[in-house]
């Protein structure tokens, strides 16, 4: 079953509490599964490196981000049906112990509808080092924060001892109700092989859904034996980051595609609409979706 979901309001002057509140009841009106957040916390005015590898700078967007975790806190309290995930949260920008603490409380709070944590290794060598963290080990990192995060879900008393992280002997509660499914959003041949150790699900991004499956196989290839396959989630933008726009016709047709594939789950992500200069202006753009919405949920109730 894919499910249809968006990413919250979260980047740009015009978000706020009302614009979140109105966003996550009308989404939950026309029948969206799920809600997501990303994670960035600031704007380098001298950038190393290139934006998500691909581009010279930040999009300008990105100078407000609302913060991941609060903001999915908040829209727990807006909606009683909705599901939620992280799509995604930067390792370098955590520390597993208190993430583990923070999502947990996220999943109580909205009665254990947290149901994805996504995780990648980052690309902001100014964020990581804003917060005490070697961008060079964002790799390594990674390969001890899974399974940290992991330990501190399980039975008390909690204990894990890693390359990085040095947890416990220790009571951690509460702990979530289910466990999350944890999402890779790495594309390297290193993020790749994490993928296939470590996670229960990829986010390919936005390429073409004939190579998500394609690069899906590979990856379940290298799965480790008795481990069930690792699914995908497909990220969908109105408009990307380099200004590509698709029409509603576009993708509604996309995520017909997501469903033939039977991928697990698609985000419509609106955040980089140029056109958006007001909350009202936003949930148009909201509303405007619903042959997407109804796409997908038409195939799934056939």
Known sequence: MTTIGLSLPQLGPVVSATLVRDFVQQADAMGFDTLWVQDH???????????????????????????PTELLAAAATWTERM??????????????????????????????????????????????RAVGVDPKTRGRRMDDFVPALRACWGADPVEYHGSFFDIGPAIMQPKPSRMPKLMSGMYSEPGLARTARDFDLWNPGSMPIDAVVTSLATVN????????????????????????RLSVDEMTLRAEECVA??????????????????????????????????????????
């Open 221 to 244: 290839a290298r799965r480790p034996t008795g481990k069930p396959p690792v699914g995908a989630i497909y990220r969908m933008a109105q408009e990307s980051t380099a200004g590509k």
């Open 261 to 302: 594939a039977d991928l697990d789950g698609i985000i419509v992500e609106t955040n980089f609409c140029s056109e958006i200069d007001s909350p009202a202006q936003w949930l148009n753009i909201l509303g405007a979706l619903e042959p997407v919405v109804n796409s997908v949920r038409g195939h799934r109730d056939s």
């Open 41 to 67: 916390f600031m704007y380098a005015l001298r950038q190393a490196g290139e934006y998500g590898g691909s581009a010279a700078e930040q999009p300008s967007v990105y100078r407000s981000v609302w913060a």
């Open 83 to 128: 599901e939620f995930g992280t799509s995604v949260l930067v390792g370098g920008n955590h520390w597993p112990a208190q993430l583990a603490n923070r999502l947990a409380t996220i999943d109580r709070i909205s009665g254990g509808r947290l149901s994805v944590v996504g995780l990648s290794v980052g690309w902001s060598e100014e964020e990581h």
